[in-house]
């Protein structure tokens, strides 16, 4: 088996149903070949030691659900906001200080985490778009 594949198998452990789940897994960084399972819908990274986000989550183009709480993120990446099918975003547990504005381009929200960030300070127009996620009936955690 090449490391390639080897490598696939080990993520292909994690997959399943569409999901996948990384969590507790002692990560400091995520494995590229991660975001060749465009299929994923559910993906969870929490509970790790990451502090960083590669352009290439871009290709899961499925993804419904991301979860990263409880990593060391001090910023989101700007294409966060090109994730559009995002309907669950779990950032709670982080040092995020700000979060990048192109996060308003999530229209699909319907669960929104931000709590324990204690440096966390949104724009006007993010709070705008939280309000706005609120009144449509979404559950947004500060």
């Not at 419904?64 to 309907?87: M, Q, R, V």
């Not at 995020?96 to 324990?116: F, G, H, R, Y």
């Given at each position: 088996?090449?490391?390639?594949?080897?490598?696939?198998?080990?993520?292909?452990e994690?997959?399943?149903?569409?999901?996948?789940?990384?969590?507790?897994?002692?990560?400091?960084?995520?494995?590229?070949?991660?975001?060749?399972?465009?299929?994923?819908?559910?993906?969870?990274?929490?509970?790790?030691?990451?502090?960083?986000?590669?352009?290439?989550?871009?290709n899961?183009?499925?993804l419904?659900?991301?979860?990263?709480?409880?990593?060391?993120?001090?910023?989101?990446?700007?294409?966060?906001?090109?994730?559009?099918?995002?309907?669950s975003?779990?950032?709670?547990?982080?040092?995020?200080?700000?979060?990048?504005?192109?996060?308003?381009?999530?229209?699909?929200?319907?669960?929104?985490?931000?709590?324990?960030?204690?440096?966390?300070?949104?724009?006007?127009?993010?709070?705008?778009?939280?309000?706005?996620?609120?009144?449509?009936?979404?559950?947004?955690i500060?």
């Open positions: 088996m090449s490391p390639y594949e080897m490598c696939n198998h080990k993520l292909i994690f997959i399943t149903h569409n999901r996948c789940n990384l969590s507790n897994a002692s990560m400091t960084d995520i494995d590229e070949k991660l975001f060749e399972f465009s299929h994923i819908e559910v993906l969870d990274l929490s509970e790790n030691h990451l502090k960083a986000l590669p352009a290439s989550i871009k899961l183009k499925n419904k659900t991301l979860i990263l709480s409880d990593n060391l993120f001090e910023a989101i990446p700007d294409f966060i906001g090109d994730l559009k099918y995002l309907e975003l779990y950032l709670s547990g982080n040092q995020l200080s700000t979060l990048p504005n192109t996060i308003t381009k999530l229209k699909n929200i319907k669960w929104l985490s931000l709590a324990e960030n204690e440096n966390l300070v949104l724009s006007n127009a993010q709070m705008k778009w939280i309000n706005s996620l609120k009144s449509n009936g979404s559950t947004v500060i």
